[in-house]
Every structure is written in structure tokens, then in C-alpha cells.
């Protein structure tokens, strides 16, 4: 599987981006991930192959919403009223489960997009 994320750039604080991950295999579930300077990697949210479910973390729910078009074979992050800690290059992976996607060490990771929110 071939994962190609995009849509990272400098917003202020209140604003909105959105995130894509163009994946070879769509039937995947797509999970997106961040890392901040200095801290771990963490789960940002998921969905399955037929977009019915879906995941978030708690620390963006409410504001971050996950979505697919099976059509282009993309997996979107809207991520809207960002925070200065939102702040991270985010990725995203993908697993044949939901479980895996969150779980798996051989899941497929693509490169990083960085997103930069000023206060």
C-alpha cells in the first residue's frame, strides 16, 4: 500500500485546513497520526473502508473530522478551529482493521505533512 499525504501548511489559531492521504488501496482502514516536537507519535482519528466508522481522540473531537471518497481513493482530515497544539507533521497509515490501524507494527505508513498553527 501507497500512502500520499498532503494539505499541511501555517494557519492561525481559529482557522481550518484540510489534510489528504491518496492511498493506492482503498478498501485499507486510514488512520491519521501526529507528532510534536520533542513528544510521541499519537492517534488523531480513522475511519474504516466504507467510511460508516470512525474514531477520534478525544483531544480533537468536535473540531477534526474524518472522511472518504472511495471514488478518488483519498481519506480526508478537516481539521477545523486549530490550536497552537495541534501543531505537528501528521500522517497518515493504514491497516486491513480498525484494530490494526491504531496497533499494528507493520501497518503502512506514508510521509509526514507538517501543519503549523500560530497563536
Known amino acids: 500500500v501507497q500512502l500520499q499525504a498532503s494539505g499541511g501548511g501555517v494557519v492561525q489559531a481559529g482557522g481550518s485546513l484540510r489534510l489528504s492521504c491518496a492511498a493506492s488501496?482503498?478498501?485499507?482502514?486510514i488512520g491519521w497520526f501526529r507528532q510534536a516536537p520533542g513528544k510521541e507519535r499519537e492517534f488523531v482519528a480513522r475511519?474504516?473502508?466504507?467510511?460508516?466508522?470512525?474514531d477520534y481522540a478525544n483531544s480533537v473531537k468536535g473540531r477534526f473530522t474524518i472522511s472518504r471518497d472511495r471514488a478518488e481513493n483519498t481519506v480526508y482530515l478537516h481539521m477545523n478551529n486549530l490550536k497552537p497544539e495541534d501543531t505537528a507533521i501528521y500522517y497518515c497509515?493504514?491497516?486491513?482493521?480498525?484494530?490494526?490501524?491504531?496497533?499494528?507494527?507493520?501497518?503502512?505508513w506514508g510521509q509526514g505533512t507538517q501543519v503549523t498553527v500560530s497563536s
Open positions: 488501496d482503498i478498501s485499507d482502514v
Open positions: 475511519i474504516n473502508w466504507s467510511g460508516v466508522m470512525t
Open positions: 497509515a493504514a491497516d486491513p482493521s480498525m484494530y490494526g490501524v491504531r496497533g499494528n507494527p507493520n501497518r503502512y
